[in-house]
C-alpha cells in the first residue's frame, strides 16, 4: 500500500524481448505497456513504461502483473517506482 496521488514506474526496455505488463490500483485494471523486440539492437534505460496521475489522493494497492493471460511470457526488467502525494 501507498498512500498517493500519482505513481510512476520506470524500467528498461531491452531490444532483445518483448514486454506485456498490466498494472492495476485497488485491483482495477489502470493500463498496460506493450512492446516487441527493437530492431536497432539497443537497450532503452529509465524508460517510462507506466504514468498515472487521475486517482485522488490516500491510501492504494498498486500490483504490477508480468505476463499476458494464457500463459505468454513476457520479460520485465523493473527499475524503480516515482510516487507523489498531496501534502
Do not use: M
Not at 25 to 45: A, C, H, K, M
Not at 71 to 85: A, E, K, N, P
Amino acid at each position: 500500500y501507498s498512500v498517493g496521488s500519482a505513481i510512476y514506474v520506470y524500467g528498461i526496455e531491452t531490444s532483445d524481448s518483448s514486454a506485456n505488463i498490466s498494472y492495476y490500483i485497488d485491483g482495477q485494471f489502470s493500463g498496460r505497456t506493450l512492446y516487441r523486440t527493437s530492431p536497432v539492437n539497443e537497450d532503452t534505460y529509465n524508460s517510462l513504461l507506466y504514468a498515472n496521475a487521475s486517482f485522488p489522493s490516500g491510501q492504494h494497492s498498486f500490483e504490477i502483473k508480468n505476463g499476458g493471460d494464457g500463459g505468454i511470457t513476457s520479460q520485465l526488467l523493473f527499475d524503480y517506482i516515482v510516487y507523489t502525494r498531496e501534502t
